[in-house]
Nanobody, 114 residues
């Protein structure tokens, strides 16, 4: 069964950091573009960035460039999203997945608040 599951979300103060993990099963994540999106209540999904197949090359949305970093962990068939200098407007549910496979995870909630 092809699926991904995200983890690592939580409550963090403004300026803090979190590292999200996306674990894939049923396929080799390293062979696919893997993307991170987020969706806040009442808003449209927002693309954050994606990592290229068989590569550490990444493209980011302007809104997170310089603060967020996507990387691969091929030994664990996973992808990470390191988020630094978090702001209240980063509060959302974060999802990872592959558009090519049409598979997205249930998401992990990130709340940035003092």
């Amino acid at each position: 069964q092809v699926q991904v599951v995200e983890s690592g979300g939580g409550l963090v103060q403004p300026g803090g950091s979190l590292r999200l993990t996306c674990v894939a099963s049923g396929f080799s994540a390293s062979e696919y573009h893997m993307a991170w999106n987020r969706q806040a209540p009442g808003q449209e999904p927002e693309f954050l960035g994606s990592i290229f197949p068989n590569s550490q090359r990444v493209g980011y949305a302007d809104s997170v460039k310089g603060r967020f970093t996507i990387s691969r962990d091929n030994d664990n068939n996973s992808v990470h999203l390191q988020m630094n200098d978090l702001k209240p407007e980063d509060t959302a549910k974060y999802h990872c997945g592959s558009a090519r496979l049409g598979v997205w995870g249930p998401g992990t909630q990130v709340t940035v608040s003092s």
